[in-house]
């Protein structure tokens, strides 16, 4: 089985005279790698805060978080899910095709 976690070796783009080196414990990559996706979506709800009209962005560009996952029973229960997502598909493959 392969190791998850090689060495690391950062050097400081600032000055050369730090220098990281070591591995990267599991729990430390894994809070790294949720602090953008955290981040992204504080910035989202910020951007949707407050009542529809007086939004910096439309909800109908941007909804909410909150909105997003108040409409996701819908989406799954509804019957154009499957659809939707075959055209996708063919998209995606055709495109991949023709390139």
Known sequence: ????FRNVCVECPISRSCRFEGRVPRGAAIGLGLIPIAAMLVIWWLFTLGPPEERRIAPTILPSPVEVAQSIPEL???RDLPHHVWASVRRVGLSFILS
């Open 1 to 4: 089985m392969r190791k998850a």
């Open 76 to 78: 799954v229960n509804g």
